[in-house]
């Protein structure tokens, strides 16, 4: 099966390849995994005090298709608000990605990662609130 | 000649179990492959011959689905009334995605560890073993059957999916390593 350039490029030269402190309150990972194929993902995002995401890293064990998908979906990420951030759709990365039906399930697998990122961030700051006043 | 409303265990004349003997699942396969090969009905009209493949298949679709512990597990889960839709599942206990990670990148450094031999059999060993353990998770959930216990079953079945798939690789790089 081919790659599409896009898939390609970004699997040649993936952006955003890393990992953030996952014990900062202002950092939120989001890990999932896809039965299907045995890929894992995980996308860290970093965020303001504006609620705006100033840096989004992945590591991403999977085929092309996977990590283009994650690596296209930090760069999607930067610079949107958590709630702009989450309407991103997997369909949005499959068609950007020109991805073939076989390799949906790995856009689907960027979205959730994409939205436990954002709940993990979210439910720190809940606690945050809760917790008494140092 | 071949029954296909006959679940695969049936058609086998196996018992309906996690356990298969497998001996056994060989030489009626290889009984029921002689009795409908499409070889068989060369002489016969077409559409004699379609059916006979269409049987042969079958046969071939239950043997590969009970020879292996994954497949078959799937396949009694189905028996049970639970379809694994494994295409859309993907939220995964934190605990064990965090393991495959570390997994993961455990084998990601094999070809730069000092004996990258000896790192492949022993990350081999320990996926196997943990794939010898959710096999036992998955029979004693089975066994006992209850809604919420064939719901743990189907979580094991799909962690077993990604050890599955590990051991493969694993198994790729150790016969990447000897023709270094």
Redesign the interface.
């Known amino acids: 099966m081919a790659y599409s350039e896009k898939v390609i490029d970004h699997y040649e030269n993936p952006r955003n390849v890393g990992k953030l402190d996952q014990d900062s309150q202002s950092v939120g990972t989001g890990m999932v995994g896809a039965p299907a194929c045995g890929d894992v993902m995980r996308l860290q995002i970093q965020v303001n005090d504006e609620g705006v995401i100033e840096d989004a890293r992945f590591k991403t064990y999977g085929c092309g298709s996977a990590i283009a998908s994650s690596s296209l979906a930090t760069e999607w990420m930067k610079g949107k608000t958590l709630d702009e951030a989450a309407t991103i759709k997997n369909t949005d990365i499959a068609e950007e990605l020109a991805l073939p039906p076989v390799k949906i399930h790995c856009s689907v697998l960027a979205e959730d990662a994409i939205k436990a990122a954002i709940d993990d961030y979210r439910a720190k700051q809940k606690h945050d609130d809760a917790a008494p006043a140092a | 000649m071949v029954d296909l409303t006959k679940n695969y265990f049936e058609l086998f004349e196996l018992p309906l179990s996690c356990q298969v003997d497998l001996q056994r699942l060989s030489s009626q396969y290889r009984a029921l492959q002689r009795a409908v090969h499409p070889d068989r009905f060369a002489g016969d009209d077409e559409r004699q011959q379609r059916i006979s493949i269409q049987y042969a298949s079958h046969v071939n679709e239950a043997f590969n689905t009970l020879k292996q512990p994954l497949p078959r597990a799937i396949y009694l889960l189905k028996l049970a009334g639970r379809d694994?839709d494994?295409?859309?599942?993907?939220?995964?206990d934190?605990g064990?995605?965090?393991e495959?990670?570390e997994l993961?990148e455990a084998v990601?450094d094999i070809r730069s560890a000092s004996n990258p031999e000896q790192e492949v059999e022993r990350l081999a060993s320990q996926v196997d073993a943990d794939i010898l353990r959710y096999l036992q998770q998955f029979e004693g959930f089975w066994v006992s059957a209850t809604e919420q216990d064939l719901e743990q079953a189907e979580t094991v079945?799909?962690k077993m999916?990604?050890m599955?798939?590990?051991a493969a690789e694993l198994e790729q790089l150790e016969s990447e390593l000897l023709d270094d």
């Open positions: 694994v494994i295409e859309r599942n993907t939220i995964m934190p064990f995605l965090m495959q990670m993961r990601a079945v799909r999916l990604f599955v798939k590990l």
